[in-house]
């Protein structure tokens, strides 16, 4: 609906009809529309000069389709029906056309397809109401070939021409209706029942076969890697059964080795609802897994994953998981159609279920490396920072879906730089490189001017002057269901190739910039793990040759170094417990500080709210609007403290202080082995400093919690953990009932009314807010220990290695005093060979990564 062109005749024809002073503001397209509908409606009853009971009923049944009881828009329907037929505008074709000048042609078709329902109501169709029905349809510039379909569908006639039938059917393609209301989406949908279906086109082919190359190779290269750690770890196993290596080094390789077993691609398909992204991941897996229909469908997280066996597993909120049937995930993974059409937040908030993973052994993507995290739409979410931040986290690729029909609205573009910001680890200055955008139903749009207009709008936005996404073919226009349909039907077509171009996207992306950085990384930390070992092996040489020895007096300055080690340990434990109980009290001293002031803050970013919704059309909606707005700000404001003040000053003063201790317990410790170094013509500090080296790595992410998100992030995340289930459900009920308790639709002051409603929700969203405050202040606490549990969870593998060093070299000693000249030879000749082994092993995993 181009609302733009909704003048100063329609806002005060509305008015007269209703009998209330609207603004320009108050009229929203589905006000336009229903009393368009009112209009149509109206003129096929009274054409006839009569109007029986029956028809009245009709009248009512089709129009309460559109509200609920006692709801305001129940009320203004019968404003609206009492205004018409008092005005008579039925009769008046010029301001009909006023009315109607904003609605889409496919809004003006289903209008008409009320009408013949009406007057089809009664079995027949009479002749004055059919001859209504085609001048009205005239005027508003509707095909008269389409009238057949609707005259057909509600007389059961049949021979109808497929192509008009089908052109109707384009047109009243559910996902047009959006901007209306899903109950419009819902009422194009049950119109479609009624008209007779397309005949079926039964394909000859089989369906297309989805392959992944590139990604398979990367797979190959990876489970190469993956049986050269598995030979790397039974070298360590061997040369730590004959006590040439310690079992901190064998745990280490675990480590590697899991880490390495269980790398995937992670792909999150996320934006609002009804955009097609269950469809999308349909048509990734060449099988329609996700449930999918045109009203919001998908109600929780769903991770897709390959698996031995296809098998579905529930994970609770509460920690349980269940295996669950096909039939079942089915139900679990959808929304119901009452909460699709109503009450969305509610159900979506009492939600139990944490994630579904849907494992299968068939999935062509997941086969070749992929785990795929369908998510719920997060327009109306009441989790919102929540799900986008689990959704997120460890992503290597974001596909965020529009519609092309009503591309990137305001919530879409405050979703993408929310989007931007959480892929960027918290950072908000730069573009996204993992970021693709799909513009999806772009079969909807006939015109090829159109469809560029659409282009233009999206790269406009998206590459402004602080652009959303960095790369090429970044951006797509698809028709995902299309694309399904050719895979499943066998038949290529255009839509099919738009496709596989942005498939291909995905995939190269994958491949050659995400998967070189894996590979990359997986060699560093190997190269680097090689050479730890080759010195601890190469020590053990040493030691048999007897180029390092130990006196007893040397024995027992070792024995008195572990004591001192364990001792730094303690020390920095101890150290750790003190700082995190002072900063966790500043913290939470500086929070009772920042809340002081916080509903001025929010009071003044209130003025800012806005909404496409009507206090008149859709109460609820505006006040889910709004009270999702109060939640964006609180959670900025949230963002914003534990950004600034918990991590860049509070934690930044006690880390630093932390961070010095650390450092000068570990130089100790490396002064120590500097000095065995010199005594026995040993190598530990070496080895130490390669330890030291990848704790320092650790370090330089210290502030990180979850997934580069941030300490602000973290704490703006749990917001409605905070305050609880139904946190949106609770502010609505609260709000429509002062609202209903303090005047009516016929006193209202539509300004002083969105007024009241943003400070209505500021105070019970800062009520519930404080009702929860001990919440926010234990997850500071949470983070405050996080922080430094980590750094001491880093030193005590530092600490424990430096004690196997000394331990090993104890245990050396002792093994070669008690062997022959013969067994010290084979050992020395047993250690080269292993040395040499894995010397290969390293250029193999180096000729690996090079290939890839």
């Known amino acids: 609906m181009n609302t733009s062109v909704v003048g100063k005749e329609a806002v005060d024809l509305l008015s007269r009809i209703t009998e209330k002073n609207l603004s320009h503001r108050d009229v929203t397209p589905p006000m336009i529309f229903l009393a368009s509908l009112v209009t149509v409606l109206l003129g096929v009853i009274f054409i006839d000069g009569k109007v029986a009971e029956e028809e009245k009923k009709i009248l009512l049944a089709t129009l309460y389709r559109f509200s609920t009881p006692d709801s305001e828009v129940r009320k203004l329907t019968h404003l609206m029906i009492k205004g018409v037929k008092e005005n008579q505008l039925y009769r008046k074709s010029n301001d009909l056309l006023t009315l109607t000048a904003s609605l889409t042609e496919s809004q003006r078709l289903l209008l008409i397809g009320f009408g013949y329902e009406m007057s089809a109501a009664d079995g027949e169709m009479d002749s004055r109401e059919k001859s209504y029905l085609e001048m009205l349809s005239k005027r508003l510039n509707i095909n008269s070939q389409h009238l057949a379909v609707f005259e057909a569908a509600f007389t059961h006639q049949e021979n109808l021409d497929s192509t008009i039938l089908e052109e109707v059917r384009f047109l009243l393609e559910p996902v047009r209706f959006q901007e209306l209301d899903t109950v419009f989406v819902k009422a194009a949908r049950d119109m479609l029942d009624i008209l007779p279906a397309l005949p079926e086109k039964k394909s000859t082919q089989k369906p297309i076969a989805i392959s992944y190359d590139e990604l398979k190779k990367f797979q190959e290269h990876r489970l190469q890697l993956d049986n050269i750690c598995n030979q790397f770890f039974q070298i360590l196993q061997d040369c730590q059964k004959r006590n040439f290596i310690s079992e901190t080094f064998i745990n280490e390789a675990k480590a590697i080795w899991r880490k390495n077993q269980s790398e995937r691609f992670r792909v999150a398909v996320v934006g609002e609802f009804s955009q097609g992204k269950s469809t999308l991941l349909n048509a990734l897996l060449g099988e329609e897994i996700q449930p999918a229909r045109e009203i919001p469908c998908s109600s929780t997280v769903t991770v ?250 040397d024995k027992k300055e070792i024995i008195e170094q572990i004591g001192e080690i364990s001792g730094r340990d303690i020390k920095i434990y101890t150290l750790a417990k003190t700082l995190k109980k002072e900063a966790s009290a500043k913290a939470i001293k500086c929070r009772k500080e920042w809340y002081e002031t916080l509903r001025d803050r929010i009071s003044t970013k209130s003025k800012s709210w806005h909404s496409e919704h009507s206090p008149v059309w859709s109460q609820n909606q505006l006040i889910k ?195 022959t000249i013969e067994q010290r030879l084979a050992d020395k000749a047993w250690i080269s060979q292993k040395r040499g082994e894995l010397e290969r092993i390293q250029q193999d995993i180096k000729s690996i990564v090079e290939v890839s």
């Open 625 to 819: 609007d709004y009270t999702n707005q109060f939640i964006r700000d609180l959670s900025l404001e949230i963002d914003e403290w534990g950004t600034k003040v918990l991590k860049d000053v509070i934690l930044q003063k006690y880390i630093k202080f932390f961070d010095a201790n650390i450092k000068h317990e570990l130089d100790e410790i490396q002064a120590d082995f500097k000095n065995l170094d010199i005594q026995v013509h040993s190598d530990f500090s070496s080895q130490m400093q390669l330890s030291i080296d990848g704790i320092n790595d650790d370090f330089k992410g210290f502030m990180g919690i979850g997934g580069g998100i941030g300490i602000g992030g973290a704490l703006a995340a749990g917001l409605l953990v905070f305050t609880g289930v139904g946190f949106i459900a609770v502010i609505v009920a609260s709000v429509a009932a002062t609202i209903a308790g303090s005047f009516g639709l016929g006193m209202l002051d539509m300004d002083g009314l969105h007024d009241k409603i943003k400070m209505k929700i500021l105070e019970e969203g800062l009520k519930k807010f404080d009702d929860s405050i001990d919440k926010l202040d234990s997850k500071i606490n949470q983070i405050v220990n996080k922080v430094f549990d980590t750094k001491v969870e880093s030193v005590n593998k530092i600490i424990a290695q430096a004690i196997s060093l000394y331990e090993n070299l104890l245990e050396q000693q002792e093994h070669v005093s008690s062997e």
């Open 304 to 553: 897709l994953k390959y698996g031995k066996q296809k098998r579905v597993i529930c994970v609770y909120k509460d920690g349980r998981e269940e295996e669950i049937s096909f039939d079942a995930y089915q139900q679990k993974a959808s929304l119901s159609e009452d909460a699709a059409i109503d009450c969305l937040s509610d159900e979506l908030a009492q939600s139990e279920i944490e994630e579904i993973i849907f494992e299968h052994p068939d999935l062509e993507l997941c086969k070749s490396g992929v785990e795929i995290v369908d998510s719920p739409g997060l327009n109306e979410h009441p989790q919102r920072t929540a799900i986008t931040q689990k959704l997120l986290k460890d992503t290597d690729a974001a596909i965020f879906l529009t519609n092309a029909s009503r591309p990137l609205t305001q919530g879409e573009r405050d979703l993408l730089h929310e989007i931007r910001v959480y892929l960027n680890g918290g950072k908000d200055d730069k573009p996204a490189d993992n970021l693709f955008i799909a513009c999806n139903f772009i079969d909807l749009i006939r015109t090829a001017k159109g469809k560029e207009q659409i282009q233009q709008r999206i790269t406009k936005f998206v590459q402004a002057d602080n652009p959303l996404i960095a790369g090429e073919n970044r951006i797509h226009f698809i028709s995902v269901q299309a694309a399904l349909d050719a895979i499943i039907n066998g038949s290529k077509d255009a839509y099919l190739s738009d496709f596989n171009h942005f498939v291909s996207s995905i995939e190269n992306f994958l491949r050659f910039e995400r998967g070189e950085l894996k590979l990359k990384r997986l060699n560093l930390i190997l190269n680097t793990f090689h050479q730890k070992c080759d010195k601890v092996l190469n020590q053990a040489q040493n030691t048999i040759e007897g180029k390092i020895k130990i006196s007893e007096t």
